[in-house]
């Protein structure tokens, strides 16, 4: 009766406690594993890891914090390097806006790729390039 509704709330509240002080580091760990799946639509064009190279767009290692046309080597559109230029540099909110719609972000970019509408991917994605930050190029 009444004693297995406590436990039951008990038990409820304890998951909840668990979830919401949980370390950070575990959560980031399971999304980077999703964005590291959902990465597998950008390696076309992009490659991240040991010994990455530039392929039709930059390699990705160290993006965070990295300015905006700013990888050593690759021919970058003239509208990423004023970008670059003008102080864009990559981090959660930049690249988050960049992956939903790159053309509308940054016009005449040369990134032919039509976006990610769904806001939890692009969490993952970035999740996934944050633990990249191996040496390519």
Not at 76 to 88: E, H, I, N, Q, V
Not at 91 to 114: G, H, Q, R, V, W
Request: with cysteine.
């Amino acid at each position: 009766g009444s004693e297995m509704c406590i436990r039951d709330r008990l038990s409820s509240l304890c998951f909840l406690m668990v979830a919401c002080f949980a370390p950070s580091g575990s959560v980031i760990a399971q999304d980077a594993a999703r964005g590291e799946q959902l990465f597998n639509k950008c390696r076309a064009c992009h490659a991240v890891g040991v010994n990455a190279r530039h392929k039709v767009g930059p390699e990705l290692n160290g993006i965070f914090g990295r300015k905006a046309g700013g990888a050593k080597d690759f021919n970058y559109s003239k509208a990423m390097r004023k970008a670059g230029g003008k102080g864009l540099v990559w981090n959660d909110t930049s690249l988050d806006s960049y992956l939903e719609a790159p053309t509308k972000f940054l016009p005449k970019n040369k990134m032919a790729f039509i976006g990610i509408k769904d806001v939890n991917e692009r969490k993952d994605i970035i999740a996934f390039l944050k633990t990249q930050t191996g040496s390519g190029n």
